[in-house]
């Protein structure tokens, strides 16, 4: 994962919305209904954040008769959470390792 795609990811969950909804499928699958049921937002509100999350892979999404149920996506959450792991840890790909030092 690159810095520019662990950005990306970072500015779609720093909505606290949308970090809830993470909060809130992390405990299994739910359905838009019950997702809106427990914001204080309209339905257009919810679509949007929902869109969000489903673009950037941190949720998929089916539709089960009228319903659409959605899911968290554990892979995508898995490697951000690598990726900032990486950054928070000396290894042997850090940044660090191909810069020169002490040549200001």
Avoid: W
Wanted: glycine fraction near 4%.
């Amino acid at each position: 994962m690159t810095y520019n795609e662990t950005a990306s990811l970072l500015k779609i969950i720093a909505d606290p919305s949308r970090l809830e909804i993470l909060d809130l499928l992390s405990c299994g699958e739910m359905c838009g209904c019950d997702l809106l049921e427990h914001f204080d937002f309209s339905q257009p509100t919810l679509s949007h954040h929902m869109k969000m999350l489903v673009n950037s892979n941190f949720v998929s999404k089916r539709r089960a008769g009228n319903k659409v149920m959605y899911q968290i996506n554990h892979s995508t959450m898995n490697n951000l959470s690598n990726h900032l792991q990486l950054i928070n840890t000396e290894n042997d790909n850090c940044a660090c390792r191909t810069m020169k030092k002490g040549v200001c």
